[in-house]
């Protein structure tokens, strides 16, 4: 059976050999200008030093709960780059002391009451994909340990609404197990971030995680219908509606509190049926700032294509896209009724103005095909979903690797990139002595692209979370300075907190305070998240 990597991205059995490691270092190497990056071996389970649990497990929850060593030492971080060096070297003591998988509502109330009753914290845990911190039971003082609420035995489908487009789903479903559920109705969330193959739905309403479509429906916010809240003082769960004008919205306070109100449970989704027709097309483009142009043309046309992602050349090269220095351009239109031709043959017509051509024609499929292609959006997809394996084996040759991403208005974009693309050269040199930093377009929208960035450059063993840091806080400040987000879709953790606080309106984070106190009187959910915990896990205000 397949287990999942207690220290790095996914499936264990995924992590090459060293043969093809070295192979791996010896190309990185040359990227980079060093000599070639030799591989260390990953740890051994048996071989970590695992500390021991503070609390006992409490009989009333044996029946779901775990203090396994492999349950807490997978379970110990999420999967960013500063988690998987930890992770690659052995350091496991943030571990929590145990591991709930509730199967029911009323065990994931039951954890909560006992944590909050015996000053445990409580993380909760989807996939575990986190890439801010937002899973790590990194305690401020004044708890007696941490509890791991791991969701994923709460998967199910449980009705789907045909006529209304809406689904009921647990929130412990992952990408996969609720796509697999929906089509055995025809149907789908269509919701696909890089995370998809180990992410919840739980997780993505909880982060505001982006999606398949880049444009109109970028964010799971968009396909929310109804989210339920279990909290320490009760249950929150709004109506289930296309709209409402009743005062603010619950749902807009449950999307986003990254598990620090309540744990989800379940939600009303609205999905579709599956895509009948679909039409890819590439388009390259010699001039970057003419790409950006003819990008966000098409973002303010009104045709609204489900892919419009725009790579860089170095992004292009990265990702084996084209390696002749053009900047290309990813286009998809799809429809579950009619051909989109039309919208097709409009948007190529913007890019041709900016001095764009096809790479290829138009490939349209239909039918069953339409969820399939071999074109250059193909490639693109299956290099994006994996990714996030190649960080395993990064880290394993000692590289400094990691991605950012953030949206600005077109406006600001191209001072915006000109301080990011100068600032993180700088720091890179700084810290590693040079680097690489390429850039795509993830979503856009009519007011701004979402861009998003991947950096690269050589570490020095044993100092490479350091370097990390330096680059990711050049990063951050370029992107505060131009009034950008700190995060698209990213999400806040502990990573990015610094920042976060820094852009949001004090008197917000002060109301938020107010209602975690008031749905965590005893502050067990997820402390340090979106903002520091009192002292002693208990808000010391009157």
Not at 301 to 312: E, K, Q, V
Not at 314 to 342: N, T, Y
């Amino acid at each position: 059976m397949a287990e999942r990597s207690f220290w790095g991205w996914g499936w264990e059995e995924r992590f090459p050999d060293e043969g093809a490691r070295r192979q791996m270092g010896q190309a990185i190497g040359a990227l980079l200008g060093v000599s070639a990056m030799e591989p260390l071996p990953p740890p051994e389970l048996d071989e970590i030093a695992l500390p021991t649990p503070r609390v006992e497990i409490p009989e009333a929850l044996s029946g779901f709960c775990t203090a396994g060593r492999r349950e807490r030492a997978t379970r110990t971080y999420g999967r960013s780059y500063p988690d998987i060096v930890r992770g690659f070297r052995g350091d496991f003591g943030p571990a929590p002391d145990f591991v709930a998988r509730p199967r029911t509502e009323q065990e994931v109330a039951a954890v909560l009451a006992w944590c909050s009753a015996e000053r445990v914290a409580a993380i909760p845990y989807g996939g575990g994909t986190s890439v801010v911190g937002g899973v790590e039971a990194a305690l401020p003082a004044g708890f007696a340990g941490a509890a791991c609420v791991d969701m994923t035995r709460m998967g199910r489908v449980i009705s789907v609404d045909a006529l209304s487009r809406t689904a009921r789903i647990e929130a412990g479903a992952t990408g996969p197990v609720l796509e697999a559920q929906l089509a055995e109705r025809g149907m789908t969330l269509r919701h696909f971030p890089q995370s998809f193959e180990f992410s919840t739905l739980g997780g993505w309403i909880a982060t505001r995680a982006g999606g398949h479509f880049a444009t109109v429906y970028t964010h799971i916010d968009d396909l929310v219908a109804s989210a339920r809240l279990v909290t320490p003082s009760g249950v929150i769960e709004p109506l289930a509606l296309p709209g409402s004008g009743a005062g603010p919205d619950p749902n807009r306070l449950t999307l986003g509190s990254e598990g620090i109100l309540g744990i989800i449970t379940e939600a009303t989704v609205r999905v579709r049926p599956r895509p009948a027709w679909r039409a890819r097309v590439s388009v390259r483009f010699e001039d970057f700032g003419r790409a950006v142009e003819a990008t966000r043309r098409i973002a303010q046309s009104g045709l609204f294509p489900a892919n419009c992602r725009l790579l860089d050349a170095r992004e292009a090269q990265l990702h084996s896209i084209a390696f002749d220095g053009s900047h290309i351009l990813l286009l998809g239109f799809e429809s579950d009724e009619a051909p989109r031709e039309a919208w097709v043959a409009e948007a190529l017509s913007l890019c041709a103005e900016q001095g764009g051509s096809p790479t290829a024609p138009v490939k349209v499929t239909t039918g069953e095909g339409a969820e399939r292609g071999g074109d250059q959006s193909a490639a693109w997809r299956s290099a994006f979903i994996d990714a996030p394996y190649l960080s395993n084996t990064l880290v394993s040759l000692g590289v400094v690797v990691d991605t950012f991403e953030t949206a600005c208005t077109w406006s600001g974009f191209e001072a915006l990139h000109e301080d990011v693309v100068r600032s993180v050269r700088e720091a890179m040199r700084g810290a590693c002595g040079q680097g690489r930093i390429s850039c795509r377009f993830t979503h856009v929208y009519p007011d701004g692209p979402a861009p998003y960035y991947t950096f690269l450059a050589p570490g020095r063993r044993g100092h490479e979370v350091e370097q990390w840091g330096a680059i990711k806080a050049a990063a951050s400040e370029a992107l505060l300075r131009h009034g950008a987000t700190i995060t698209h879709h990213h999400a806040v953790g502990r990573v990015h907190k610094p920042w976060y606080l820094r852009q949001t309106p004090g008197p917000f984070v002060d109301a938020l305070r107010a209602v975690k106190a008031r749905l965590d009187p005893a502050q067990v959910l997820n402390p340090g998240v979106l903002f520091d915990s009192p002292p002693g896990g208990v808000d010391p205000r009157p």
